[in-house]
């Protein structure tokens, strides 16, 4: 059965930051897409970083671009999401999800779901 799991989130004011980690089991990390997302109340999810299966290519929403950095460590089947110069607007619940092969921007093409974590940025 394959899990991913989000840490990290929390509470902290505008201009801290913080890292976000999502740890797979149950499938094999290695090789494939991941993504990650998040969704504000009342709004839709909305893409912010993927990472290619082979590692190689790395993509940003402009959103977040220049502030977030995704990254993976295959040895401990996580990948990360740090987070800086973080602001109110930033708050959402941020998802983790994979795919076989995908590594795009459309959540709806992603197979597996992490159950999300808090982000709260105080202003």
């Known amino acids: 059965q394959v899990q991913l799991v989000e840490s990290g989130g929390g509470l902290v004011q505008a201009g801290d930051s913080l890292r976000l980690s999502c740890t797979v089991s149950?499938?094999?990390?290695?090789?494939?897409?991941m993504g990650w997302f998040r969704q504000a109340p009342g709004k839709g999810r909305e893409f912010l970083a993927s990472?290619?299966?082979?590692?190689?290519?790395?993509d940003y929403a402009d959103s977040v671009k220049g502030r977030f950095t995704i990254s993976r460590d295959n040895a401990k089947n996580t990948v990360y999401l740090e987070m800086n110069s973080l602001k109110p607007e930033d708050t959402a619940v941020y998802y983790c999800?994979?795919?076989?092969?995908?590594?795009?921007?459309?959540?709806?093409?992603?197979?597996?779901w992490g159950q999300g974590t808090q982000v709260t940025v105080s202003a």
């Open positions: 149950g499938y094999t990390f290695v090789g494939h897409g």
């Open positions: 990472l290619s299966r082979s590692g190689m290519s790395i």
């Open positions: 999800a994979t795919h076989d092969w995908y590594s795009g921007s459309t959540w709806t093409v992603y197979s597996y």
